[in-house]
């Protein structure tokens, strides 16, 4: 065999691993893609799944007087409690006073200052739904809704 045969035999070796090699790059991309897109809609499905609301129990308008000096400011909250079954609903109205005396517990002792922002209602909300869960038995609430929020 003369150089040029082996010259010419090697690069069409060399031609045919590049295909190869492209070709599974390829692949592997488009497989890589596929991938991405079932997990963005596992995802998506958990997203949507989140963002569905649970049983929700509404409690009537709570308007009290803030901490602040001289008690001018009063607070008038409207709240939506998101329970986690729906046979918590039957516990909230037998504990019905004990969930309004709670609640008018921890208002009353606010001050403008500390609920006029976002982070101040949002301490709130966790404050109030750590309190009520403390006491219920068949269930939790999951989330607070403040359908009214009004400071005068």
């Known amino acids: 065999m003369s150089k040029k045969t082996i010259i010419i035999i090697g690069a069409v070796a060399l031609i045919f691993l590049l295909i190869i090699g492209a070709g599974f790059f390829i692949i592997m991309n488009k497989m890589a893609a596929i991938q991405n897109q079932s997990i963005e809609k596992v995802a998506d499905e958990e997203v949507e799944e989140e963002s569905l609301i649970g049983e929700v129990y509404t409690l009537d308008t709570f308007v009290v007087n803030l901490a602040d000096?001289?008690?001018?400011?009063?607070?008038?909250?409207?709240?939506?409690?998101?329970?986690?079954?729906?046979?918590?609903?039957?516990?909230?109205?037998?504990?019905?006073?004990?969930?309004?005396?709670?609640?008018?517990?921890?208002?009353?002792?606010?001050?403008?200052?500390?609920?006029?922002?976002?982070?101040?209602?949002?301490?709130?909300?966790?404050?109030?739904?750590?309190?009520?869960?403390?006491?219920?038995?068949?269930g939790t609430i999951t989330y607070i809704y403040f359908t009214e929020f009004v400071v005068q």
């Open 69 to 138: 000096q001289g008690g001018k400011r009063y607070l008038r909250v409207k709240i939506d409690l998101e329970i986690s079954d729906e046979k918590l609903k039957e516990e909230l109205e037998q504990r019905m006073p004990q969930i309004k005396d709670s609640i008018l517990m921890i208002l009353p002792a606010k001050k403008f200052d500390n609920i006029k922002d976002e982070e101040g209602k949002i301490a709130l909300r966790n404050e109030i739904t750590e309190k009520l869960n403390s006491f219920l038995k068949t």
